[in-house]
């Protein structure tokens, strides 16, 4: 996995604010490593769609940049700071998160209350939380028709705006 642009002969992800792996490796722990030597490299504001078959590797990708899997070689960095030792919650608070298929919602709990425990970890910053919700909405219109209605009760597509 490498991405560059080879017109202009910027090699992506050098940008501050981008994703940059260099040479690495990553398995679960007690098992051969799952996929080596990667390079991946992402521009903020650019869009990648990580595709493979079933086994492939996808998802310990995800488990990867998110802290869940720990890295065995190589460097990964995120807006100029290395994350490859850091614990899946400074991850989480530098911004970096996935959401896994399934999308996990407290079904019985209303919208706003699922999106206001994806902030869990960001205590003393309410006032910021309501600027992120307010642009939730934006994004995602159909959230804030119904804000206060049961995660659980909403279709698929939408849950999945929630979790997003």
């Not at 490498?2 to 501050?16: F, L, M, N, R």
């Not at 159909?142 to 279709?155: C, D, F, P, V």
Request: proline share 5%; aromatic share 4%.
């Amino acid at each position: 996995m490498t991405a560059s642009d080879p017109v202009h002969g910027h090699h992506q992800g050098d940008e501050p604010g981008g994703v940059s792996w260099r040479g690495v490796a990553f398995a679960y722990p007690d098992r051969p490593v799952a996929l080596g030597d990667v390079d991946l490299a992402i521009d903020p504001g650019q869009v990648v769609l990580v595709v493979g078959d079933s086994g492939s590797g996808k998802s310990t990708l995800m488990r990867t940049i998110s802290g869940l899997v720990p890295v065995r070689a190589g460097r990964m960095t995120w807006q100029g700071r290395e994350i490859q030792r850091c614990t899946p919650a400074q991850v989480l608070e530098m911004g970096i998160a996935h959401v896994p298929e399934g999308r996990r919602l407290f079904s019985a709990m209303t919208v706003e209350d699922n999106l206001i425990m994806g902030a869990y970890l960001r205590k003393g910053q309410g006032a910021q939380i309501a600027r992120d919700l307010d642009r939730v909405y934006t994004i995602f219109p159909k959230l804030a028709e119904r804000r206060n209605q049961a995660a659980g009760t909403m279709s698929g597509g939408e849950q999945q705006m929630c979790a997003i």
